[in-house]
Antibody, heavy 120, light 113 residues
Framework: EVQLVESGGGLVQPGGSLRLSCAAS????????MHWVRRAPGRGLVWVSR????????TYADSVRGRFTISRDNAKNTLFLQMNSLRADDTAVYYC?????????????WGQGTLVTVSS | DIVMTQSPDSLAVSLGERATINCRSS????????????LAWYQQKPGQPPKLLFT???TRESGVPDRFSGSGSGTDFTLTISSLQAEDVAVYYC?????????FGRGTKLEIK
């Protein structure tokens, strides 16, 4: 059974940093591009970032580029999101997700999410 | 970036009645080389992650009831629930997977009238 378990969320002050983790199991982690998606309270889903299977290629939404860094450890089946210079509008539930097909068809696997709250 | 515009923002439908949600992309998400629309639909209930309902605009995921259908091509897409059930109350999103950023619509909140 596929499992994606996020951790690392919490309360942080504006300008602070957090590192999210997503522990993967039940599938060949190193074979899939991985993504982060967030949902702010009362708002819709926003795609945040993706990383290639070997970590050599990364892509970011404009709203987080230069502040967030996605990475992965295929030996430990873990995805990361390093978030720096956090702002109030980064407050959201952060999900890791992936699609099991060979092309981007939609995310058929999601974690339960971890809540990040940026507030003083 | 491709902008995804969903309508309506919210919708109240009586049990057993039809619900229709629309999604428009600011540019075509039809990939000419394989003639597939890179458009997905999701359902999200409170406290849960999104659940994928459709890929390729109209390919129903395993386990999704057949009262749900997806249609459309190019820039205009529709999610239809033919006979609304109580468990269908949720927020529904479309998403384009044609190019990054993989943008979502703002969501449609579906409620029981």
């Amino acid at each position: 059974e596929v499992q994606l378990v996020e951790s690392g969320g919490g309360l942080v002050q504006p300008g602070g940093s957090l590192r999210l983790s997503c522990a993967a199991s039940g599938f060949t982690f190193s074979s899939h591009w991985m993504h982060w998606v967030r949902r702010a309270p009362g708002r819709g889903l926003v795609w945040v970032s993706r990383i290639s299977t070997d970590g050599s290629s990364t892509t970011y939404a404009d709203s987080v580029r230069g502040r967030f860094t996605i990475s992965r450890d295929n030996a430990k089946n873990t995805l990361f999101l390093q978030m720096n210079s956090l702002r109030a509008d980064d407050t959201a539930v952060y999900y890791c997700a992936y699609y099991s097909s060979s092309v981007p068809t939609g995310f058929n696997h999601w974690g339960q999410g971890t809540l990040v709250t940026v507030s003083s | 970036d491709i902008v995804m515009t969903q309508s309506p923002d919210s919708l109240a439908v009586s049990l057993g009645e039809r619900a229709t949600i629309n999604c428009r992309s600011s540019q075509s998400v039809l990939y000419s080389s394989n003639n597939k629309n890179y458009l997905a639909w999701y359902q999200q209930k409170p406290g849960q992650p999104p659940k994928l309902l459709f890929t390729w605009a109209s390919t129903r995921e395993s386990g999704v009831p057949d009262r749900f259908s997806g249609s459309g091509s190019g820039t205009d897409f529709t999610l239809t629930i033919s006979s609304l059930q109580a468990e269908d109350v949720a927020v529904y999103y479309c998403q384009q997977c044609y190019t990054t950023p993989y943008t979502f619509g703002r969501g449609t909140k579906l409620e029981i009238k």
